[in-house]
């Protein structure tokens, strides 16, 4: 913060609480890279998806996530996801991808795959978002957020996206497994959803993104400020 190291910032918080919408625009006000932790999971699901491997085989998964080639690229607003070379920047995002990736990403091998490379693509300064940015990847960040909204709010965001996918999706599914999935993040054994010891937590329920964005903004501004006085 101070210019003798990168500035690093932690996004976590639940599915569907805002967190790649909040990440990319504070990447591009402050000027850095933004890493979608949770879209390097769900590459994983997808080549799981379009493997051989089974599912419920973790040391079978462990190892396809230790040796498959996958990638984050662009600015902010235009952020792509390669898998092997191939772009899946659309394809991860389909509700059998977003199912899979709650399933694997709760598996040991697969977090410490994905962890050794978000530290290795934030470590020159980055906004990361995910589930244990602040607890795990990240853990001397220099700002922390945890960002969260009500079931019924967060479940309402993720129907209006994947309706434009599916559209048989209905709320009451969507709702479902966003309560399923808040349950296995928070119940797994590895790196378990958890609000850090010294992050902010922003409720975002009733704030638009806008509102959110400039709220984080003046509190990284701040703390960048006390830092370089001292």
């Given at each position: 913060m101070n210019g003798k190291k990168p500035l690093i910032i932690a996004i976590d918080g639940p599915s569907g609480s805002g967190k790649s919408t909040l990440g990319r625009m504070l990447a591009r006000a402050l000027g850095l890279v933004y890493l979608d932790t949770g879209s390097m999971y769900r590459a994983v699901a997808?080549?799981?998806?379009?493997?051989?491997?089974n599912a419920s085989d973790d040391v079978a998964v462990g190892s396809l996530a230790q040796r498959i080639d996958i990638d984050l690229?662009?600015?902010?607003?235009?952020?792509?996801?390669?898998?092997?070379?191939?772009?899946?920047?659309?394809?991860?995002?389909?509700?059998?991808?977003t199912h899979m990736s709650s399933v694997i990403s709760a598996i040991p091998a697969v977090r410490r795959a994905m962890v050794e490379r978000q530290r290795e693509l934030g470590r020159r300064g980055a906004v990361l978002n995910g589930r244990d940015i602040?607890?795990?990847?990240?853990?001397?960040?220099?700002?922390?957020?945890?960002?969260?909204?009500?079931?019924?709010?967060?479940a309402e965001r993720?129907?209006?996206?994947?309706?434009?996918?599916?559209?048989?999706?209905?709320?009451?599914?969507?709702?479902?497994?966003?309560?399923?999935?808040?349950?296995?993040?928070?119940?797994?054994?590895?790196?378990?959803?958890?609000?850090a010891d010294d992050a902010v937590v922003i409720d975002s329920s009733g704030l638009t993104v806008e509102e959110v964005c400039e709220r984080v903004l003046e509190l990284v501004r701040a703390r960048m400020k006390h830092e370089t006085r001292v």
């Open positions: 997808l080549a799981v998806l379009e493997s051989s491997v690229a662009g600015d902010p607003d235009t952020l792509r996801v390669t898998l092997e070379g191939r772009d899946v920047t659309q394809e991860i995002r389909s509700d059998e991808v602040g607890t795990v990847v990240f853990p001397d960040a220099d700002v922390k957020f945890y960002l969260t909204a009500s079931p019924e709010v967060r993720r129907f209006i996206e994947s309706r434009e996918q599916d559209s048989k999706a209905t709320f009451e599914a969507t709702l479902a497994e966003m309560v399923r999935r808040d349950q296995r993040d928070a119940e797994r054994g590895d790196s378990p959803l958890a609000i």
